[in-house]
């Protein structure tokens, strides 16, 4: 084929192909009005008391930065999230290791069970939602906190991505 030939292809096939784009290629996200959220304390099953306060500003931190969503107060908001911490399960052993000096070393693992749900303020709608999220972090003896980090981590990484996922 020749030059001509070629541009006369893309010139008839482009607006096949960006149009392609308007009907989802592109990916989702929260819907145009929504600029603000609200992080509202989980309800807390479990007996850690600073788990919530964690998951929250996590959370919170992650809306800002990954999402561009500015913090408000619930009745400000243009979307809340909300949810419950259901289950948060510590020392669960992984592995054990030994060396000829006698010391020992443990890694252990912990769980976080969560449902949490992302609903715009403006008329009530669920915009995402999903129970039964479970993330797991590893930790070294004595490194709790290192852990619950990491399961944070991953809970806040699925909600935003729950939210993205939106068309």
């Known amino acids: 084929m020749n030059r001509r030939a070629v541009l006369r292809s893309l010139v008839v096939a482009s607006p096949l192909l960006l149009g392609g784009c308007l009907y989802g290629f592109s990916g989702g996200g929260l819907p145009r009005h929504v600029r603000t959220v609200a992080i509202i304390p989980f309800d807390n099953e479990t007996a850690s008391v600073d788990l919530p306060r ?8 992650a809306m800002e930065r990954r999402l561009g969503l500015r913090p408000a107060t619930e009745e400000k908001a243009d979307a809340v999230v909300r949810g419950k911490i259901q289950r948060f399960e510590i020392d669960i052993p992984v592995a054990v ?3 000829r000096q006698g010391s020992t070393s443990a890694r252990r693992r ?7 749900e992302l609903v715009d303020q403006r008329d009530g709608t669920v915009l995402w939602s999903k129970t039964g999220i479970v993330a797991e972090g590893e930790y070294a003896e004595r490194a709790e906190a290192a852990g619950r980090k990491q399961a944070i981590d991953r809970i806040v990484s699925d909600v ?3 939210a993205l996922s939106q068309w």
Not at 54 to 61: F, H, P, Q, T, V
Not at 110 to 116: E, F, K, R, S
């Open 54 to 61: 964690e998951l929250g500003e996590a959370l919170r931190d």
């Open 97 to 99: 290791s030994a060396d």
């Open 110 to 116: 912990l769980a976080i069970a969560v449902d949490v």
């Open 160 to 162: 935003i991505e729950g």
